[in-house]
């Protein structure tokens, strides 16, 4: 496929690493940003192509991740209720809250459904009047668009029967976050592709300059990922902290204009609580006030939730790149993809479960990457 | 999740007032939200991430930073 197939050459990859081991001549720790990069990393086992010196740890991009647990209990609660039809990206029914998950809830009887895009979930709500349809609006800036998309149109459209539990988060408040971090140690990033294809490079460029920091602006195949390592470590090699765009055939400087104004237009900036981190300021985003009547937080009503993580569980220090999967006692033994104690372990984007799932947990017998050119994209 | 995937428009239509389309990725294709792209012409890829084009991948920088990327890693293969 056109843009995908020259973008996981293993040869032209192999020139990139050899270029990126001739390049350093010290240790550099570097941080991917986004989990979809952290993903295709372990999965095309790209960390192993950089010599020792060149670290990759892994960022706080995972949005399912790091959806508090007051928000999954919150959704629980929604989808128990009379006549509610509970619609979500696939990857959030199976993170478990305080009282289970999504999935196990469906078993039971509640209507709880998968669907590919918002849009369907408004398709759903408008075939349903008699139902409350209720979308899970989760997601980075990636993902906003096509959720204001949905809520705007069921405003537009009269569709009072659709709603949005929005639980959204934004990456440079985080990446600030982790740089403030007492003992950090990332310096340099790779920055989040698709963020960016939105949102432009502006906010990148202030986090750059202000806290002195190389950032690459990367995508999210093989090649695209090496040589945005090679990018980040020739700026630290040459003592430089610029932002830089790796992933021009995609990403336009000032993002996508149509796309940020209704982005901006559906939401508002709050603060948000990560799970796994804690309280950001002005993190995330809620729905403004033009939009309430969809506003499923101010419509269903749900009793004030408060939840304890697992104190074995170290996934805030593996979000903030202080710590790797294997760090952790209970990492591939207590904590697995199917009984997960934390963040980075619920969804196949975070840093745990990619580590798990390509077989670098204790007592693998599989503990390979997959080839370069194996393809399920879709 | 912030998964986009490169795919070809292969129709274009207007759903009330929305601009939509038909965009293939292999040999799949399904209706894609074409509002935020509202320049795209049949023949165009897009980046699609769930169910909603982001931007419209541009042909010609695509071509040039790949040229680039090569005569880079070529070039320091040379020199060491």
Redesign the interface.
């Known amino acids: 496929?056109?843009?995908?197939d020259?973008y996981r050459a293993g040869d032209?990859c192999k020139?990139?690493a050899?270029?990126i081991a001739?390049?350093t001549t010290r240790t550099w720790v570097l941080m991917e940003v986004?989990?979809?990069q952290t993903h295709s990393i372990v999965r095309y086992g790209i960390d192993r192509m950089l010599p020792s010196s060149v670290e990759l740890v892994h960022g706080p991009?995972?949005?399912?991740c790091v959806t508090s647990l007051e928000m999954i209990d919150r959704a629980h609660a929604i989808a128990t209720m009379p006549d509610v039809v509970f619609t979500s990206?696939g990857?959030m029914l199976r993170v478990p809250g305080s009282r289970g998950d999504l999935l196990t809830l469906r078993s039971r009887g509640a209507d709880v459904r998968i669907v590919?895009?918002?849009?369907?979930a408004l398709e759903i709500a408008r075939k349903n009047p008699d139902k409350r349809v209720v979308f899970f609006g989760?997601?980075?800036e990636?993902?906003a668009?096509?959720n204001a998309?949905a809520v705007h149109?069921a405003k537009r459209?009269g569709v009072s029967n659709f709603s949005m539990l929005v639980s959204h988060v934004l990456v440079p408040p985080a990446m600030a976050a982790i740089l403030q971090t007492k003992g950090n140690r990332v310096q340099a990033f790779l920055g989040?592709g698709?963020?960016c294809?939105?949102m432009g490079l502006g906010d990148y460029e202030v986090l750059s300059q202000r806290y002195r920091v190389p950032i690459v602006v990367t995508g999210?195949e093989p090649?695209d990922l090496l040589?945005g390592v090679l990018c980040c470590v020739r700026q630290l090699e040459q003592g430089r902290a610029e932002v830089e765009n790796q992933y021009?055939?995609?990403?336009?400087h000032g993002g996508?204009r149509?796309?940020r104004e209704?982005t901006a237009k559906v939401f508002d900036v709050v603060d948000r609580k990560w799970r796994g981190v804690g309280t950001i300021p002005r993190s995330g985003y809620r729905l403004a006030p033009e939009y309430s009547a969809h506003d499923a937080e101010r419509l269903f009503d749900v009793d004030t939730i408060v939840t304890e993580e697992s104190a074995a569980c170290i996934s805030g220090l593996v979000l903030r790149g202080l710590k790797k999967p294997r760090d952790c006692p209970a990492f591939g033994k207590a904590c697995t993809p199917q009984t997960p104690l934390g963040a980075t372990m619920v969804?196949g984007?975070g840093a745990c479960a990619a580590y798990y799932q390509y077989g670098r947990h204790p007592g693998a017998t599989l503990d390979k990457p997959v080839a370069m050119g194996e393809d399920d994209?879709? | 999740?912030?998964?986009?995937?490169?795919g070809?428009v292969m129709e274009i239509s207007e759903e009330?007032g929305?601009l939509t389309g038909k965009v293939r990725?292999?040999g799949?294709s399904r209706e894609v939200?074409l509002?935020?792209?509202?320049d795209v012409v049949v023949g165009d890829?897009v980046?699609v991430?769930?169910?909603?084009a982001?931007?419209k991948?541009?042909?010609e920088?695509?071509a040039r930073?790949?040229e680039i990327?090569?005569e880079?890693?070529?070039a320091?293969?040379g020199l060491?």
Not at chain 1, 61 to 64: I, L, N
Not at chain 2, 49 to 52: A, E, N, R
């Open positions: 496929m056109r843009y995908l020259e032209v020139r990139i050899d270029a001739r390049t986004c989990g979809g991009g995972c949005p399912v990206f990857d590919y895009s918002p849009l369907d989760i997601g980075f990636t993902t668009p096509a998309m149109l459209e989040p698709h963020v294809a939105v999210f090649v040589e021009s055939r995609t990403v336009a996508n149509a796309a209704l969804s984007e994209v879709l | 999740m912030c998964l986009g995937i490169p070809e009330d929305v990725f292999g799949v939200c509002a935020c792209v509202p890829y980046l991430h769930v169910g909603f982001l931007t991948i541009d042909a920088e695509a930073t790949y990327l090569l880079l890693a070529g320091e293969e060491s």
